[in-house]
């Protein structure tokens, strides 16, 4: 008898939002209960950090971002930060599908403010438009 928290886990899943824990309630007269579980097979990014000579560059935070929208407006919420090992290279796990912004992390910048695009000018669209001729406000 008692109050039990439930949850799962296992590497490269990702626990549910909202299904993360489940709490049941055992009392003398209950044998067992039924329990379910949902887990999401995740995804993650992976790369590499070289320098200028195409050297690889360890030790350097990079970070993702979600690129999500709220009230017709992006928003870019921070997701993962891992650091780099000695060939540069970096894998950030246990991400769930989406649109990611990957970059350097650095500790003074906001943490819903994405890494900058290194000067690419590219271009962004309404949610679910693929054509600016497509896109409304």
């Known amino acids: 008898p008692g109050e039990y928290r ?20 055992l009392n003398a007269r209950a044998g067992s209960v ?11 990014i992976r790369g590499r950090v070289i320098d200028e ?3 690889p560059v360890k030790g350097v935070k990079v970070g993702a971002w979600a690129r999500e929208y ?24 246990t991400l769930a599908p989406g649109t990611y912004h990957v970059g ?10 994405p890494p900058p695009a290194a000067g690419l000018d590219l271009p962004a ?8 001729s497509q896109a409304s406000p």
């Open 6 to 25: 439930i949850f799962a886990s296992k590497p490269e899943y990702r626990q549910v939002p909202g299904n993360e824990i489940q709490i049941v309630k």
């Open 104 to 113: 350097t992390y650095e500790p003074r910048r906001p943490l819903n403010t």
């Open 125 to 132: 669209f309404h949610p679910n438009a693929d054509e600016l």
């Open 34 to 44: 039924r329990v379910q579980l949902l887990l999401q097979k995740a995804g993650g």
């Open 53 to 55: 000579d195409k050297r």
């Open 70 to 93: 709220e009230s017709g407006q992006v928003r870019f919420q921070f997701r993962s930060v891992v650091t780099t090992d000695e060939q540069g290279d970096y894998f950030i796990p």
